[in-house]
């Protein structure tokens, strides 16, 4: 089964993004986080600095591939 931690090293390979090119697609989502703290992510999982990627993590980095790649969601209360 893979981890929140492979899905993220994957997803960054498959879309050939740097750490910086990551920091800021949580940025679109209005999620901080520092480039030390996502290294310790994509460590190998024996290295004593290795750090869990958790479930908001991921989601968060989800939904703002999903902004750059498609754009925001359309104002959805404006009516026809």
Known sequence: ???NNDILKKLRVAHQLRNEDIIEILKLVDFEISKGAL???FRN????KYVEAGDQ???NFLNGLIIKLRGPAPNKTAKK
Not at 45 to 48: C, D, I
């Open 39 to 41: 290294g310790d992510m």
């Open 1 to 3: 089964m893979l981890s």
């Open 45 to 48: 999982e024996n290295h004593p």
């Open 57 to 59: 993590i991921l989601r």
